[in-house]
């Protein structure tokens, strides 16, 4: 690895989060690295990164034509776009990869726009910027390499200290899909109908507890970060696609059986998804988390009293929508992300603490202190499903960053403790 720090450079085209964080880590471990951003940006960064190891350039050409091993770390919407241009450019007998979440389009956008001569191995760290990557996974994609060009690239990845897996291009999607797509739409909706609704959940009573504390952290910790890295997953993959509408349907499905007091149909359908998403578990009660557990981390003031009456359809909708999927979540525990990890932990707890689910019915069926915010929910669940049945960026886009700027005051105080909670939770199940 010495030999090649001396002779090797790496290239980062974009340095939006993701990128930052790979070029900050390769470069302090000893490696020449080449960067870039748009070329409005070039005399800002030349200045922010001046006393760093990393070189800015002005485009991506530079990058291109310098570097041994190339990663495109730019938003889904504009792979192909961006790799058209400076792909040509790409210094002959190179290594290209991304880090986008869907990774056909990538491969297309590759093998469409670069020389035969570059071998292509491409990434992606199943976790967000604010996450230290040290045992996250890591996916490595071998598609067009030889292997010592593959040991080339597990060699510069390796100063992330993440935990390597070995995936196609096609297996990564569909996981990616399994793993991610209905929880993002889950949070999204959350987040969309508190909005619709006027609401600060955390200002509210009926909010208040351990479930309640997970689901307002990660929603606001995902409505913190760029909207593109959702829209990349939710749009260009196909799996992803169907899955968002399956978890709109499933939010549509359990409400019209909740409002319609329909007890039979309604315990038959969340038992069988149960029975389905969580065999064994269901019946030896051995759960990740705990509600106390959950409960530590509020960004209300004013402490629970008691539990408050909810149905949760969030949650049930998420397990209803696997179990239609024919999805098992822990399939792909070696893919998931952080996030993913705590969420599946919360709806074990949900449907394996004994009585807990048989209540969250009842509270369905009897108490109305939530329908209009379930009702609420489900039309955001059904909108973000249009939006991504559309494939419609912008449209994306706005939806996204008008439910942002309704949170974002709350974003540092909910990133800090959203982080304390992450940790906790990820040292508990380690």
């Avoid at 790979?22 to 001046?50: H, M, P, T």
């Avoid at 669940?381 to 996204?400: H, I, K, M, P, Q």
């Amino acid at each position: 690895m010495e030999e090649w720090k001396k002779s090797k450079k790496i290239g980062i085209i974009g340095l939006g989060d993701m990128g930052r964080l790979y070029a900050n880590r390769i470069s302090q471990a000893g490696w020449k690295v080449v960067a870039c951003d748009q070329e409005s940006r070039f005399d800002q960064l030349s200045e922010e990164f001046n006393s760093s190891q990393i070189t800015i350039v002005k485009n991506g050409h530079y990058v291109s034509r310098s570097c041994d091993f190339i990663i495109y770390s730019v938003e889904a919407a504009n792979i192909d776009k961006i790799v058209s241009v400076y792909g040509p450019s790409t210094k002959e007998g190179a290594i290209v990869g991304g880090q986008t979440s869907c990774k056909a389009p990538e491969i297309a956008a590759f093998e469409k726009h670069l020389p035969p001569d570059v071998e292509i191995v491409t990434c992606h760290s199943l976790h967000g910027p604010k996450v230290n990557p040290k045992g996250q996974p890591l996916v490595l994609i071998k598609h067009r390499a030889s292997d010592e060009s593959f040991s080339f690239v597990e060699s510069v990845l390796s100063v992330l200290e993440s935990k390597p897996v070995y995936l196609s291009a096609a297996e990564h999607d569909k996981i990616t899909a399994d793993t991610q797509a209905v929880t993002h739409a889950a949070f999204l909706s959350m987040g969309s109908a508190w909005r619709a609704n006027n609401q600060y959940p955390w200002k509210i009573t009926r909010y208040l507890g351990g479930i309640e504390n997970a689901k307002i952290n990660i929603s606001l910790r995902i409505y913190s970060n760029k909207w593109h890295v959702y829209a990349g997953l939710a749009i260009t993959n196909p799996a992803a696609h169907q899955q968002i509408v399956q978890y709109a349907t499933s939010a549509s499905d359990l409400y019209k059986l909740m409002i319609s007091g329909n007890r039979e149909m309604l315990r038959e359908r969340l038992f069988k998804a149960r029975e389905a998403v969580f065999g064994k578990l269901a019946s030896d009660n051995r759960l990740l988390l705990s509600d106390d557990l959950l409960g530590r981390f509020s960004l209300s003031k004013t402490p629970p009293e008691g539990r408050t009456p909810n149905s949760h359809l969030s949650i049930l909708a998420i397990v209803d929508s696997w179990h239609q999927s024919g999805i098992v979540p822990y399939d792909h525990m070696i893919c998931s992300t952080p996030l993913f990890r705590i969420w599946l932990g919360v709806t074990e707890y949900l449907f394996c603490t004994p009585g807990l689910l048989e209540q969250c019915i009842e509270d369905a069926l009897n108490d109305s202190q939530f329908r209009k915010d379930d009702l609420e929910f489900v039309i955001a669940a059904r909108n973000w499903s249009r939006l991504v049945t559309y494939g419609n960026f912008d449209l994306y886009r706005d939806e996204f960053e008008n439910t942002q700027k309704y949170f974002a005051h709350m974003f540092p105080e909910a990133t800090a403790l959203g982080n304390e909670m992450i940790n906790t939770i990820l040292a508990k199940t380690a």
